[in-house]
């Protein structure tokens, strides 16, 4: 397994509860228990079983550990410890820690998961999308996996996930074969098209909300080197295009003869993990700063969706004019498209339906990102609130021009936006009662206050 972030807050009081939950490999339940009654602080008692493995805020790596966040927000969060497990055992103990202190409603046992560690060996959680493309790279062979080689796998997979492969495979999510969680009573289990299938289904598109998972196994394809680049500008008198629909023996196929008089582009072939990395050098302007992602969808209708994106785009330019005394605000507006074809892939694929609910709408959908960043912590409310206006108004002219879609794609969600309740009810109700099986304690609603809850269904 590779390594995984378990962060733990600060105490704040300790209540001892008696509990009646025995692993033979693994401390007592009275041990922990005595631990955290003596102690007083999961991150001591985490210290005691996990020992070298769990790090305060003096230790490197606790300050490499917040640095790896990419939004600002999420670096000062400051919890009182970080804890790196090596191992799924040591994922397994620490959950039986942390579920005794949070039964016993020690608020110092609030904690977050997060991936995107540095030391990977094989594909988990802590994996970021350019390493596992380097080395598929190199045997021609591709996974359907992120955009962008600097995020991480177990967030964007469990979001969805969207990718350059997407179009013929759908999102990230459809193609994960199975997937290892530890549970919140610490057992492992498998989740897959035939193991735990109700698990295997919600964690994809469901986030964190039922255990931490510790491995996942994908789909792979061979491929060679793909075609892409940028360019960046705004209107260039280098390009030229020549767009054809060319009706060959009655099929028509639209084709795009490009050239670029001034050689400056970025377009080229090359490997996948080198596209990430071009995405990921452009996207470092915002790492570690103040973040803001906010997102919308749309049905694409032909003879509305440019008129609409015209006033959509008058929208954001009045909220950029009004957030010019926010320092380095960078504002980005990307259109990205949803097509019925590929939201309705992964049900397709043999490895089964995902929960994002996708599949009662028929109509091509497009997506809508705003990603914002900027410097200054005491801007964040008035960038928060000028980006809700603007999502309001947006939704209000999609309701009125007739392409309004209540679908709200996670991975992209603000986090006052409410992602899972636009799966629609029938998946909420699903969503709610396989954590209520697999998690009957609740443990990743009450102990883990971050992310996208079930108490907002
Ligand atoms: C620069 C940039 C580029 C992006 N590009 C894309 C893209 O191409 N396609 C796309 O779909 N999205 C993209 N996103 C959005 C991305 O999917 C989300 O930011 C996602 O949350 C990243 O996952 P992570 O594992 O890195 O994040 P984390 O912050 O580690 O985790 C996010 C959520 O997942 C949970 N989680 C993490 N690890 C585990 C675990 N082991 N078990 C259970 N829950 C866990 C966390 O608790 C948290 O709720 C991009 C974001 C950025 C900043
Ligand atoms: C090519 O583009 C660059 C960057 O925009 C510019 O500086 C340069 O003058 C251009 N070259 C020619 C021959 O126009
Ligand atoms: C752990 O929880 C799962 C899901 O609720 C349950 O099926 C399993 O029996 C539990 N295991 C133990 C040892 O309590």
């Known amino acids: 397994m590779d390594s995984l972030i378990i962060r733990v807050r600060t105490l704040v009081a300790f209540v001892c509860l008696n509990l009646s939950l025995v692993k033979a490999d693994m401390p007592t339940l009275e041990a922990i228990t005595a631990k955290l009654e003596g102690e007083k602080a999961c991150c001591t008692a985490l210290d005691f079983f996990l020992p070298k493995k769990v790090f305060t805020e003096l230790h490197p790596a606790y300050s490499i550990s917040q640095l ?110 199975s997937a290892t969680l530890i549970l919140a009573n610490s057992t492992v289990v498998t989740a897959s098209a035939t193991s735990n299938s109700d698990l295997y289904r919600a964690i994809k598109g469901g986030t964190n909300n039922f255990g931490i998972i510790t491995s996942f196994t994908a789909d792979i394809f ?8 940028e360019i960046v500008k705004a209107f260039d008198p280098y390009t030229a295009l020549i767009t054809d629909l060319i009706w060959v023996s009655g099929i028509p196929t639209v084709t795009y003869q490009l050239a670029y008089t001034n050689g400056s582009t ?90 994002l609910g996708l599949e009662r709408f028929d109509e091509d959908l497009f997506n809508l990102l705003f990603t914002l960043s900027w410097l200054l912590p005491l801007d964040n409310a008035k960038v928060e609130a000028a980006m809700k ?44 009662s396989v954590a209520k099986k697999y998690d009957p304690s609740g443990l990743f609603q009450t102990g883990v206050p971050g992310g996208f809850k079930l108490s907002n269904l």
């Not at 061979?222 to 680049?229: C, M």
Request: aromatic share 10%; proline share 2%; hydrophobic share 40%.
């Open 266 to 355: 970025t377009i080229r072939k090359s490997y996948l993990s080198d596209f990430t990395r071009e995405i990921a050098a452009l996207a470092a302007v915002t790492e570690g700063m103040n973040n803001l992602l906010v997102t919308l969808t749309f049905v694409n209708k032909d003879e509305v969706s440019v008129n609409f994106m015209k006033e959509v785009y008058k929208l954001a330019d009045k909220t950029v004019k009004s957030l010019l005394s926010v320092i380095n605000l960078n504002f980005v507006m990307t259109f990205q498209p949803l097509p019925h074809a590929l939201y309705t892939k992964g049900a397709e694929n043999g490895n089964g339906a995902n929960i």
């Open 68 to 177: 790896s966040f990419w939004s600002a927000q999420e670096q000062r969060l400051n919890p009182a410890c970080i804890l790196i497990p090596e191992s799924q055992e040591d994922v397994q103990l620490a959950v039986t820690v942390l579920n005794v202190g949070v039964k016993a409603e020690i608020a110092s046992c609030k904690f977050s998961v997060r991936g995107a560690g540095n030391k990977a060996i094989t594909f988990g959680p802590g994996d970021r999308w350019g390493r596992i493309f380097g080395t598929l790279d190199e045997l021609s062979l591709a996974m359907v996996g992120g955009r962008v080689s600097t995020v991480g796998t177990a967030g964007l997979i469990t979001g969805g996930g969207v990718s350059f492969f997407s179009g013929r495979k759908g999102f990230v999510a459809d193609n994960i074969k």
């Open 389 to 432: 206006e603007l999502e309001q108004k947006i939704k209000k002219l999609s309701q009125t021009m007739g392409v309004d879609n209540e679908f709200v794609y996670l991975n992209y969600a603000a986090g006052w936006q409410n992602p899972l309740a636009s799966y629609g009810q029938e998946n909420v109700n699903f969503i709610k």
């Open 222 to 229: 061979e491929q060679q080197k793909i075609w892409g680049g």
